[in-house]
């Protein structure tokens, strides 16, 4: 077969399974997040907890839990860090060093999953399994439970209450995680994934060298790394290490491990607010959007434009023989899209304009369709900009499923949508403005601000993927861009939890002749422009010093 | 419990979530997949390990270097693609290249200078010297052409540094011949190390050089680990593994047709060629 129209078969192949999937997917998240029942090991769980399940919480309450969770997940990721030598399992590994501990607990905590360290050097099996894999379910499931805060928040009237985040939490883990990863686990370790305690060991090579082979418990991680969108890596090659993602079809089924639960989420909002065709808007938004980018880095990364890649053939540099160009370049669409990060091939390698995709899929702002929760709560925000921006052409006071938009709400959405441009530009900056930081870059010119640039963006978006040719274990580094992934993920969180909490305590709006319907292909056509020429003003100019320079000479 | 401060309950719920959690999560799933991994697919849940005569030689889906002890390649094995995981194909060091797709200058060694360590100064290649010291050297060993677009006849990037009375061959360090003798009626230089050319325009030129070694043989896989190479460098590859072996090149060709992955169900990925379990079906054939 050609391998374009494979290529093409792929991509369908993808599509075709989210089609089928999103709605019993998305029905059955509904039913865990709203269903009044508990099941005993959660009753046991609650007890553990010390907390009373039945119990509402306004927003302020709800977003304390989500703060107070991950703090303390956030020390504890760190100690156990610390402290790797002196726990079992550590095979041998040293204590993290410092910064490079706090920036890979800020970054597990936070969904980001940037790694700053190279797992198979740094992370004993412990930390890996009961440290960062941990993180990979919780911190994902806290992504889930702030989206269903939300989507109440629309839903809901004349109420201060959003639901409890505990709850949320667990049944987010227990009940939709947790089984979808094992039966994604076996799956995996099935196409050839590891998935053992053993200690590397060595083996002499059929040329007679040596070669360590490394054991762990590989595919229970890799699967909730792409499922939670996290990407972190048991290996530093990430994806594209062979007992990470073994065989060509290992690597479709963690493209649509990825993209599994952002799909399904808009199908839980539409059956919460009591209109799917309101979910239907928002799916077709993060359709648009997904497919745009798909074919573009796959048409940009076929075409291999740049000197290297037309020297070589192929954009094949950074690729693996079994993926060939085009399944990489869509798993590297999807692992920007949302915010996972993981990568089969590098995007440091790229083709100029390829790499410029995969940096504006993040600067997307990860909704496309973006993380678990995280993107359809990022995705809604989007929708409120549209219908305020849609309500001040005609001059009456917006309103989305029947809540008003007022200054209050408008507020809250203008800051989610500028924190993390400020983070991506101002992190940049900082970066640029040094000699000693621009010394972390490996390519010089125009790829080296690529480099700086990617980072933050990846880091305040908290995707994690990277351009990998930037050092980043320095000091500085580590600390700023944790600070980034940190604001980029608790302050959107806090503005979100804070609109929710406001539109829950309005009562509806009936429609009228001038509510501009938000179901129609009209609106989602608004929401796509509003995305792309917010996204095109915010970062154009940095874009053009960078990877528009190095393609369009 | 009821008397403390509620953002110090808050907390104590926070850390028995995380305990309880981690319990979950943590602990029973991962040790719950491990054991239903380990009964079911037992193989390949221990790393696809291949044997030899009763004693292991590497892993199915982990590539090897078929290199001697200075690095050469050894004539009657398959290659594998180049590696950027430590010193070539070391699980503990996994890595691409990350070098950029307009890496294309390299920073020659100076004669006689030394780094900080006290070792002499080997420069930096760029990313389309590597490209092209790799194509020569593999059209050399397979005795096909070796030349690509953009690469000088002695194997580097064919890149000039315009400046307004002269160009310079920037990749080729003097007393190199420079690859064309001018440029646009500007006398073309070799380049001189150590010398700063940073202020000229970079032209690179492409040449009229087609590629006959295939893409995967000169550039390096993402992991450093790829256990697989294409199916036009094996085949480019298949004469001299026959005439080293003295077996017939169907015998190969068939081997090589034997030990290739197709694409999963017709359309995932590229057809792949396994290099270790094709090298090991040389050495019983």
């Known amino acids: 077969m050609n391998p374009t129209l494979a290529g093409i078969l792929f991509i369908g192949a993808l599509i075709l399974a989210l089609a089928l999937v999103h709605r019993p997917l998305g029905d059955y998240m509904y039913r865990v997040y709203t269903s009044p029942r508990h099941l005993g090991v959660e009753r046991l769980m609650y007890r553990l907890l010390g907390v009373q399940p039945d119990t509402e919480q306004k927003w302020s309450v709800y977003a304390r839990g989500v703060l107070a969770f991950s703090a303390v997940s956030l020390l504890v990721l760190y100690g156990l860090q610390r402290l790797q030598d002196k726990l079992f399992l550590s095979v041998g590994m040293e204590p993290v060093t410092d910064h490079i501990a706090w920036n890979t607990a800020v970054s597990f905590v936070t969904n980001t999953n940037w790694q700053a360290y190279s797992g198979e050097s740094t992370m004993g099996y412990l930390v890996q399994m009961s440290g960062l894999a941990v993180q990979n379910f919780v911190s994902a499931a806290v992504g889930m439970a702030v989206a269903m805060a939300l989507v109440r928040g629309f839903a809901r009237k004349s109420t201060d209450q959003l639901g409890n985040f505990w709850v949320d939490l667990v049944r987010g883990t227990l009940r939709i995680l947790v089984p979808i990863a094992f039966v994604g686990a076996i799956v995996l370790v099935s196409g050839g994934l590891i998935q053992n305690f053993a200690d590397p060991h060595t083996v002499n090579t059929l040329a007679g060298a040596q070669q360590t082979i490394t054991g762990g418990p590989v595919a229970s991680q890799e699967v909730i790394k792409e499922l939670g969108t996290n990407g972190g890596g048991f290996y530093n090659a990430n994806s594209a290490h062979p007992f990470e993602n073994a065989t060509s079809w290992t690597n479709w089924v963690e493209i649509f491990l990825i993209l599994l639960i952002p799909f399904a989420m808009p199908r839980t909002f539409g059956k919460v607010v009591g209109d799917v065709r309101q979910g239907y808007a928002i799916v077709a938004v993060m359709g648009t959007l997904a497919l745009l980018s798909v074919v573009l880095t796959n048409t940009f990364e076929l075409a291999h434009n740049g000197t290297v890649p037309q020297a070589v053939g192929a954009a094949m540099e950074g690729k693996e023989a079994r993926f060939g160009i085009m399944n990489s370049a869509t798993f590297g669409a999807a692992t920007t899209l949302t915010s996972t990060g993981a990568v089969n091939s590098f995007h440091d390698s790229y083709t100029a304009l390829g790499g410029m995709m995969t940096m504006f899929n993040m600067m997307l702002g990860e909704v496309a369709p973006g993380g678990v929760g995280a993107g359809l709560y990022g995705m809604l925000m989007l929708a409120v900009i549209t219908v305020f921006v849609a309500g001040l052409m005609v001059g009456r006071t917006p309103e989305y499923l029947g809540k008003k938009i007022g200054s209050r709400e408008i507020k809250f959405a203008a800051l989610y949508f500028l924190t993390t441009p400020i983070l991506v530009l101002v992190g940049t900056a900082l970066a640029m403005a040094s000699p000693e930081h621009r010394a972390s870059m490996l390519n010089t010119g125009p790829h080296g601000l690529s480099e700086v640039l990617y980072a933050f963006t990846s880091a305040s978006n908290n995707n994690g993927s990277a351009f990998g040719g930037l050092t980043v274990n320095t000091p500085w580094y580590d600390v700023a861009l944790g600070l980034a992934m940190l604001f980029g993920r608790f302050l959107p969180i806090i503005f979100v939890l804070g609109l929710a909490g406001s539109l829950a305590r309005q009562s509806p709006v009936p429609a009228s002749a001038g509510t501009l319907p938000t179901h129609r292909p009209q609106f989602v056509g608004m929401v796509v422009g509003v995305t792309v020429i917010l996204v095109a003003l915010t970062f154009l100019p940095a874009l053009a010093l960078g990877p528009l320079a190095e393609g369009l000479q | ?285």
């Not at chain 2, 110090?8 to 719920?13: G, K, P």
């Not at chain 2, 959690?21 to 390949?44: D, E, S, W």
């Not at chain 2, 690095?71 to 699980?91: E, H, M, T, V």
């Not at chain 2, 199916?231 to 072996?245: G, H, K, T």
């Open chain 2, 1 to 285: 419990m009821e008397r403390l401060p509620s953002w110090v309950r808050q907390h104590l719920a926070a850390l028995r979530a995380l305990l309880v959690l981690t319990l979950l999560t943590g602990a029973i799933y991962p040790l719950l997949v491990t054991g239903v991994a380990q009964a079911l697919f037992n193989g390949k849940a221990n790393g696809s390990i291949i044997e030899k005569d009763g004693k292991p030689v590497g892993s199915s889906l982990i590539g090897q270097s078929f290199t001697d002890a200075d690095g050469k390649p050894i004539a009657r094995y398959f290659q594998s693609r180049p590696s950027a995981a430590g010193d070539g194909y070391d699980p503990t060091s996994t890595s691409a290249s990350n070098l950029g797709p307009e890496d294309i200058i390299d920073t020659l060694p100076v004669p006689g200078a030394k780094d900080d360590e006290g070792n002499p100064d080997e420069g930096t290649q760029s990313l389309l010297t590597q490209v092209c010291t790799r194509s020569k050297a593999v059209g050399e060993l397979e005795g096909v052409s070796g030349a690509r677009p953009y690469c000088t006849a002695d194997g580097v990037g064919a890149v000039l540094k315009v400046f307004p009375d002269r160009a310079v061959s920037v990749n080729q360090a003097c007393p190199a011949t420079p690859f064309t003798p001018t440029y646009k009626g500007l006398p073309v230089e070799c380049g001189k190390p150590g010398e700063d050319y940073a202020a000229g325009r970079t032209v690179p030129i492409r040449g009229n050089a087609r590629a006959v070694v295939p893409a995967d043989a000169v550039t390096a896989s993402g992991s450093g680990l790829d256990p697989h190479i294409s199916v036009a460098y094996a085949e480019l590859q298949a004469p001299r593994i026959a005439r080293e072996r003295g077996l017939p090149i169907d015998r190969i060709r068939n081997l090589i047709n034997t030990n290739t992955t197709p694409r999963a169900l017709g359309f995932m990925g590229e057809p792949a060629v396994n290099v270790l379990q094709l090298n090991l079906a040389l050495d019983k054939a």
